[in-house]
């Protein structure tokens, strides 16, 4: 199970550098009033990235896991999946209750996209895994399971689904009463920054697996993955 916490450990650093070019992003975006929002909306994106890391290690930990065999059947490994992640999300709803916003996440609207990611991050995953068999270093695995093309679409894929996740997360935010009128707005507006970012850093970190020199993060020992505040083709 090494090599499904250091695979972990890579796709959480990856949310947060795409979390913190998404934000920086944004502020440069926004128009100087609708910036009052974003100190708010920042609060609890910041606590989001946390818990998506969290629920993505199950799903990768379950992959990894079930790689040597037969996976269980989608229509009893999902549901498994989406519960234990509304735990994590519950979790989370706990920690922003404090906040001065609040968060109401309807979760039949969110659970189609949450599924698409699941399964998506699910077989990427367990691909790498399987193809980690014949080699002892992680980007090994990828570039055997992977070309670089495929390994770039698979990533904007998935960020492109995180998008729209946080799109749900952002309009599920209580904001104070001027600025509810602008909620959506908001929200329109953090989901196409998402994606404008999403495809650049997909391509960024694909050619950064394939570069000899790269060790993305994770070195000969592969020990844990640098600062998030890093670029995975600059570790």
Known sequence: MKGAHVLARLNGRILNIFSQRTAAALRL???????????QLESILALNVGKEVRKDTL?????????AGKPPHWNHLLPQLLNRAKEIDQAFLARVGSFP???????????????????????AARRIRCARDGHHRLRGAIRT??????????????????????????????LPLFLIPLREFIAQELFNIMIQVARPLSIEIAAAAFK????????????????????????
């Open 212 to 235: 000899p020199a790269t060790r993305l993060g994770e070195d000969t020992r592969e020990r844990s993955a640098p600062g998030a505040g890093e670029s995975p083709a600059n570790s």
């Open 101 to 123: 916003v609040g968060i109401v996440i309807r979760y039949e609207e969110l659970a189609p996209i949450r599924s698409q990611r699941i399964k998506l991050l699910y077989e």
């Open 145 to 174: 399971a992977f070309s670089q093309d495929e390994l770039a679409q698979l990533l904007d894929h998935l960020l492109a689904l995180y998008a729209d996740e946080t799109r749900f997360v952002s309009r599920a935010v209580r």
């Open 29 to 39: 975006a926004l128009p100087l009033p609708l910036r009052l929002a974003l100190p």
């Open 59 to 67: 799903v990768i930990l379950h992959a990894c896991d079930h790689a």
